[in-house]
Every structure is written in C-alpha cells, then in structure tokens.
C-alpha cells in the first residue's frame, strides 16, 4: 500500500480499508486511548503513590525514633531519677535564709581582715528560673 492508497480511503467505508490500514487505525485508536487514560487517570494516582510513600518514609523515621525512645525509657527514668535525688542533696546543702546572714558577716570580715575595703555587699532578691 502507498502513501496515493491512504489519500483515498473513505471513513464512510472503513470495512472496504485493505487490513494494514486497518490496523494501523486500529493501533492509533489504542494509542489515543492509552495515552488519554495515562494523563487522565494514572498519572494522578502515581503522583498520589508518591507522595504516599513520602509519607510513609516520613512515618517510618519517625516510628524508628520513638521505638528507640521506648527501648531506654527505663534508662531515661533511672537517670531522672538520679538526677533529682542529686538536685535534692544540692539543695539541701545551699544555705538557708538565716546561714545567709552569718554568711554575709563572715566574708565581710575575712575581707576587712585581708585589707579590703567593701563599698556596698547587698545581695539581690531571690530570682527563680527553669
């Protein structure tokens, strides 16, 4: 069949077509309809795989994390708690309010004694803080 043929077929007479051009048409119409149902339904479901997989990487980082997490928590506790009864003693060995005082005396003195002279000792307020 030649390039002259193809010019004179007739769409109204598709059944007459010699078989090469009618599968040439046939392979066209499946193009059309492959191609369409690619750009109007497949592609918006792998880019929904995609980001479904983004996510799901993300979830699973995160999953790793806090699994570890759970894994030493019992060492988490027992350095908390540690740490608090260390606090604790810290606390108890700062002086108190009336310790302060004779505290305050004491270095006033040990300096006086050294040659030093004080222009002002007055300890600010108490602040609190995390």
Request: glycine share 8%.
């Amino acid at each position: 069949m030649d390039l002259a043929q193809l010019t004179e077929l007739d769409l109204e007479q598709i059944g007459e077509w010699p078989g090469f051009a009618k599968m040439m048409l046939i392979l066209l119409l499946c193009g059309g309809i492959a191609g369409a149902w690619y750009a109007f339904d497949t592609k918006g479901q792998l880019r929904r795989l995609r980001t479904a997989e983004q996510e799901e990487t993300s979830l699973r980082h995160e999953f790793e994390s806090k699994q570890r997490q759970a894994a030493n928590l019992g060492t988490y506790r027992r350095q908390l708690a540690d740490m608090e009864e260390s606090f604790g003693a810290m606390l108890r060995r700062l002086p108190d309010q009336a310790e302060v005082a004779a505290l305050l005396v004491e270095v006033s003195q040990t300096g006086l004694a050294a040659g030093l002279e004080f222009d002002s000792f007055q300890p600010a307020d108490e602040t609190r803080r995390d």
